[in-house]
């Protein structure tokens, strides 16, 4: 009897055992098709902002086309439209939003609504006069949003690509990048302070972190756009894109 008795209480383990295991794999999987859907979903969403640009077929061998912004029908989806962020030959092609703070745009999509992929947002404390533009975005496991600026730590990077476009409704800006680092969230790269002789004391420290050359100087750089994302290098780690703002086109 005692026998039997150890038999069923084994048999009851391995079903315990089996069911708790069924339950942990059924857990996952709905996390794994949450997490599938949010994508899908913020996917979608993008794909119907791009309905508001257009980008143009080059006429030149090595000439940038860049997007036509309707900015109108941007305006209408979002107020808290400021910009486009371009970057040639990369998933980077995106508008950019300024909201009051620096956590709703974290998880709300260009529409408003949650999604997974949030929304490139400029530092809510940055002025349209400022000297460091701070522009913030996920970096997606897919290579979307700002994932891929994490390539500038690879030494061709750089040189394949030097430059980035913020388009605004009344100026276009060539971003001409000059520094790429891994860094903390709360490290110099994100000062907003850098008037007066400040300024280039602090561009000279930010070139010397980066992770490649560049031929811009600290004398022809009067603003700076600084991009900023997640990586994985170490706990709360950043990296981050530094480049020079030219005005390219005038309206």
């Known amino acids: 009897m005692r026998k039997n008795g150890n038999a069923a209480n084994w048999v009851c383990s391995i079903?315990?055992?089996?069911?708790?295991?069924?339950?942990?794999?059924?857990?996952?999987?709905?996390?794994?098709?949450?997490?599938?859907?949010?994508?899908?979903?913020?996917?979608?969403?993008?794909?119907?902002?791009?309905?508001?640009?257009?980008?143009?077929?080059?006429t030149e061998p090595d000439a940038v086309q860049l997007p036509e912004i309707d900015w109108v029908a941007l305006r209408e989806m979002n107020p808290d439209i400021t910009g486009w962020l371009y970057c040639p030959d990369t998933p980077i092609n995106y508008p950019v939003v300024q909201g009051v703070d620096n956590e709703y745009y974290l998880n709300h999509l260009f529409d408003g609504r949650e999604g997974a992929y949030g929304t490139l947002f400029v530092d809510s404390q940055c002025s349209s006069a400022g000297k460091n533009t701070i522009i913030y975005g996920h970096h997606m496991k897919n290579g979307t949003m700002l994932a891929s600026i994490t390539k500038y730590s690879q030494p061709s990077y750089p040189q394949t690509h030097p430059k980035l476009y913020l388009l605004q409704p009344n100026r276009t800006w060539e971003v001409q990048v000059f520094a790429g680092f891994t860094t903390a969230p709360d490290s110099e790269a994100y000062r907003l302070e850098l008037e007066g002789d400040s300024f280039r004391p602090w561009l000279e420290s930010m070139m010397e972190r980066s992770d490649f050359r560049s031929e811009v100087q600290p004398e022809s750089i009067h603003r700076v756009l600084t991009?900023?994302?997640?990586?994985?290098?170490?706990?709360?780690?950043?990296?981050?894109?530094?480049?020079?703002?030219?005005?390219?086109?005038?309206?």
């Open 227 to 251: 991009l900023s994302t997640c990586t994985y290098d170490y706990a709360d780690a950043r990296y981050v894109l530094m480049g020079s703002l030219v005005p390219i086109i005038n309206k």
């Open 15 to 58: 079903l315990l055992l089996l069911v708790f295991c069924a339950g942990i794999s059924l857990f996952a999987f709905y996390r794994l098709a949450e997490a599938l859907n949010a994508y899908s979903y913020s996917e979608e969403i993008y794909e119907e902002v791009l309905e508001a640009v257009t980008l143009p077929e080059s």
